[in-house]
Nanobody
Framework: VQLVESGGGLVQAGGSLRLSCAASGSTFSINAMGWYRQAPGKQRELVARIFSDGSTNYANSVKGRFTISRDDTRNTMYLQMNSLKPEDTAVYYC??????????WGQGTQVTVSS
């Protein structure tokens, strides 16, 4: 499975961005997909996850502001980020978990929120 993120950039606080993650390869094996982020000097953390049945979960820090979704016809996952805060600044990584519990990662996309 190969994952390619896009959509990062610089935005002012209160603004919005939409990240995309295009999957290719053995996408039939994917059970769940998600977004993680890593800020400088911090550990990588889970932001949101979506499962094959459409169920989702979110980190408390983004609930009500971020929405994860997927378009299986395009093998693409999205993260709509609204009401962005400076503390959302990080490199955002796309993740996929196969039914065999293998983790796949994208190369990351930078999101910078200015105050």
């Amino acid at each position: 499975v190969q994952l390619v993120e896009s959509g990062g950039g610089l935005v002012q606080a209160g603004g919005s961005l939409r990240l995309s993650c295009a999957a290719s390869g053995s996408t039939f094996s994917i059970n769940a997909m998600g977004w993680y982020r890593q800020a400088p000097g911090k550990q990588r953390e889970l932001v949101a996850r979506i499962f094959s049945d459409g169920s989702t979960n979110y980190a408390n820090s983004v609930k009500g502001r971020f929405t994860i979704s997927r378009d299986d016809t395009r093998n693409t996952m999205y993260l709509q980020m609204n009401s962005l805060k400076p503390e959302d600044t990080a490199v955002y990584y796309c993740n996929a978990i196969s039914t065999a519990l293998t983790y796949y990662w994208g190369q990351g996309t930078q999101v910078t929120v200015s105050s």
